[in-house]
């Protein structure tokens, strides 16, 4: 059973883009190690409530607090509570690991949240690839999970790590190695994955095929560039054009620049990234939403 660990102290949060931003005042409760609920205290008379709506933020490998916590407050500035769901590399050297994830994140949502959110999903690098599992459970056992696809309200893929096989994403995970080690870990994967294919290679292909041929059709935004070693462009350009021919009615945005940071877009391209962000967001018809 998940148990909730509420912080004993009100945290602020100070929104990163303006010198003039303000606070809001966030409660954080831990609904698990993996799993931090962030809460807008709906006392403050600053916030306009968007509470019928959920934002789900996959974090990148070995996150920052800080650097997590600059993007919650985009949507804590638009009355939007945030979870976020710490990935571990375990969860994809072991996909049963990053399974159990899904499955703890879900129950979460459907069980002790009732499935009444709609979900903002923001998935960030390997994120995308736990978000990923749990849209492969969902069709796996509709059962228990098939609710969790239609909660979904909009999609923003940020640097994710995308290639046509397990070959391309095992590269991309080295990089957040240092130069030193990168190597050698490749030639350990590599073993590693010889041994495991039945449940690592074959369960990464799946998993790639289910993110290209099965998409959830709401509106989407991914951000890449061009020299972002965790990204394959070409497997990126790939995925754009198919999009666009066997899913028409899928209102999908690909922006890239020709460099940039991996999970870093905003540091580098801040205006733009908030243009197109602000473009999805009006989508959702949030109350009182203004484009900052």
Known sequence: ?????????????RRFYSSTASQHQVKLTDISKSLKLRELDQSDGNVTSNSDYLVLMFDWLYAKPAHLNKYCQL???????????HGKLAHFLWPPRGAGLAEELMKYLLETRQGKDKLIVHAFSVGAYNYTICKQKALDQPELYERFRTMVSAQVFDSIV??????????????ALSPSTRKPIIKLMDTYYNLTKKTTKDTYDKLVSTFKTNPICVPTIFFYS???????????QALEQKWK?????LDARFKSW?????????????????EEWNKLMTKLKLKNFNTM
């Open 226 to 236: 061009h020299n972002d070693p965790m990204c394959d462009l070409p497997s990126m």
């Open 162 to 175: 995308l290639g046509i096989t397990y070959e391309n994403m095992s590269t991309g995970i080295s990089e």
């Open 75 to 85: 949507y804590h500035d638009k009355g939007l509570d945030v979870l976020t769901i």
């Open 1 to 13: 059973m998940l148990q909730k660990h509420v912080l004993p102290v009100t945290v602020f949060l």
């Open 245 to 249: 021919e066997e899913f028409p009615d």
């Open 258 to 274: 020709e460099t940039s940071g991996h999970a870093a877009h905003i540091k580098f391209h801040e205006t733009e990234y908030l």
